[in-house]
């Protein structure tokens, strides 16, 4: 029986994670035990991520137990890790896709069915992301945006105690907690139309690259179809060397299409573009030269 040590964050949604990874493992056949270790992310609650700095701050720590060989297997939400992985660490297996949407979640003194999003002006929105900023100033220039840290459970009590009208979160993380949304209105937004984070809704599995056994083992895991998906995603962010600062969102609904949002400054409110072509990194530099270029006039935009 294969022994394996699964390395978390402790937070709600890292430990339902790891747990369902665990299940997984246990159904082929292994021992698994799982370790909890404090990120940077975790250890800063009091900044945005657009005012950290550096990147992987959820993951440096758990690369770090992998490479020292005290964990053998890292699970991270996959839209956490740094696009160039530490040299000596591989993505094994890639999880099911689910809900790749965001969800506004809004408090019902702020709700109002004749706005959109159904929700009043001049609202007070949460969220520390630059990628969900620049789509918010895009879409509700009139909405007031106020940083929001601290895990899922954290947050949406911070909303239901009016300290915001509303708040930004992932539908995956909702969906894999079952929490009580405590009467709070829940809209969910088109991942077609309010882009996600590259493979939003997708778990990691990261191991030793030297590990071949464990790859091996865990090949019966893996989804081939996801990890081709969120690959084109993953590129775009990789070649604009983007991290948790970058106001950037990228989403393949589809093979042969792409769907990116993208500000220079979230401040300035995201531009929306939609690519239909061959399914290959050709698709990518046509994204990265129009969003580089200060002028382009044959770009379709989705809206």
């Known amino acids: 029986m294969r022994k394996i040590r699964i390395g978390s964050r402790g937070s709600d949604l890292a430990l339902w994670q790891a747990n369902h990874v665990k299940n997984q493992l246990e159904a082929l056949g292994a021992e698994v035990t799982i370790t909890i270790i404090k990120t940077q992310g975790d250890e800063i ?17 758990i690369e770090q137990a992998l490479l020292q060989e005290t ?3 890292a699970v991270h939400s996959h839209k956490d890790l740094e696009t160039n992985p530490p040299e000596g660490l591989i993505i094994a297996a890639v999880s099911e896709r689910e809900n790749p949407a965001d969800v506004l979640l809004i408090h019902p003194k702020a709700f109002d069915e004749t706005a959109f999003w159904s929700l009043k002006q001049e609202a007070v929105v949460g969220t520390s992301s630059a990628r969900r900023k620049s789509q918010l100033v895009g879409y509700r220039p009139d909405v007031k945006i106020k940083d929001l840290r601290g895990n899922v459970p954290t947050r949406l009590q911070k909303l ?10 992932a539908k995956a993380g909702l969906d894999r907690l079952k929490l009580d949304l405590k009467g709070m209105h829940e809209i969910v937004l088109d991942p077609e139309q309010f882009i996600p984070a590259p493979a939003q809704g997708v778990l ?11 790859y091996n083992f865990m090949q019966a895991m893996n989804h081939e179809d996801i990890q081709s998906q969120i690959a084109l995603e993953r590129t ?22 792409l769907l990116v949002s993208f500000a220079h400054d979230w401040e300035q409110g995201a531009q929306w573009f939609e690519f239909e072509g061959p399914h290959d990194l050709d698709m990518v ?3 990265l030269e129009a969003l580089l270029a200060e002028e382009d006039e044959d770009q379709e935009y989705i809206s």
């Not at 300290?163 to 979160?169: F, K, Q, T």
């Not at 775009?236 to 042969?256: D, H, I, M, S, T």
């Open 160 to 169: 239901v105690d009016g300290e915001y009208d509303a708040i930004l979160l």
């Open 71 to 73: 964990i053998d297997l």
């Open 45 to 61: 609650q009091h900044l945005s991520f657009d005012k950290l700095e550096g990147k992987g701050f959820f993951t440096k720590e």
């Open 285 to 287: 530099d046509v994204v």
């Open 236 to 257: 775009v962010l990789n070649r604009l060397q983007g991290g948790c600062q970058l106001p950037l969102g990228a989403y393949c609904p589809e093979e042969g299409r």
């Open 204 to 214: 990691a599995l990261q191991i030793r690259e030297s590990d071949h056994d464990l």
